[in-house]
């Protein structure tokens, strides 16, 4: 099936200081902004500063050459050192107007989990995203990067962190695919993360509620 496109312009010039290989990138009148940095290991959001939010792939993403912010986003951001690496596999698949979209991958019998999801339509297993012989598929919107495991050996051990947040103190689900269990690794919101009342989580990710923003270790 046709992969859809799109474009987003950038802003090359912003507000952007660096120090003790943390980097501070500022999104100034809701602008997208690039900020350089060495990003070939992963980058960590270590704070926040801005009243806007900023979300992973909405809010702030990476590239090659550095870290972006967009929607008024401001905060600051460090280069994950090469030692607390954990080497993944994945591929990013995503349904575009609701439509099935297939993702060839080599798969020959490896495990696959979903890693974190983009959209805001949710990703469930075997409804809106499943796994054929050597292809992915997401539909009815959802968007996400999936991990594909060592056919033997399965996925990397280790915790995972994801961001979760809810905006207007409204409820969301951040998809990820959790086999033990998740644990709140660092609250971002001033709003008060007690499990069970503002967040929680199930086999197909996490919920927030009521403000909360936080970080969660999953596993």
């Known amino acids: 099936m046709a992969a859809g ?11 952007a200081s660096a120090a003790e290989g943390v980097v501070r990138c500022e999104s100034d009148d809701l602008r997208r902004v690039h900020c350089p940095m060495d990003t070939g290991e992963g980058v960590d959001l270590v704070r926040q500063l801005s009243g806007n939010a900023c979300i992973r792939e909405s809010d702030w993403g990476v590239d090659g050459q550095g870290v972006w912010v967009a929607r008024g986003c401001r905060a600051e951001f460090r280069a994950r050192a090469a030692e ?6 994945m591929i990013r ?13 080599m798969l020959r019998g490896a495990p696959v ?5 983009l959209s805001a339509l949710p990703c469930k297993r075997n409804e809106s995203w499943g796994v054929g012989r050597n292809e ?20 990397p051990p280790g915790r995972r962190l994801v961001t979760c947040e809810s905006k207007d103190r409204l409820k969301r689900s951040c998809g990820t ?24 989580w199930g086999a197909e990710g996490i919920w927030v509620d009521k403000g909360c923003r936080a970080e969660f270790s999953v596993e």
């Open 93 to 105: 698949c995503e349904s575009s107007s609701g439509r099935t979209r297939s993702c060839a991958v």
């Open 84 to 89: 607390a690496v954990v080497s993944r596999s």
């Open 113 to 117: 989990r979903l890693l974190r999801q």
């Open 177 to 200: 695919t959790i086999d033990h269990g998740a644990v709140l690794h660092r609250q971002l919101s001033g709003m008060d993360c007690v499990e069970g009342r503002s967040w929680g």
């Open 5 to 15: 496109a799109c474009a987003a312009w950038m802003a090359w010039a912003g507000t």
């Open 136 to 155: 992915i598929w997401a539909s009815r919107g959802c968007k996400g990067e999936f991990e594909i495991g060592d056919r033997d050996s399965g996925f």
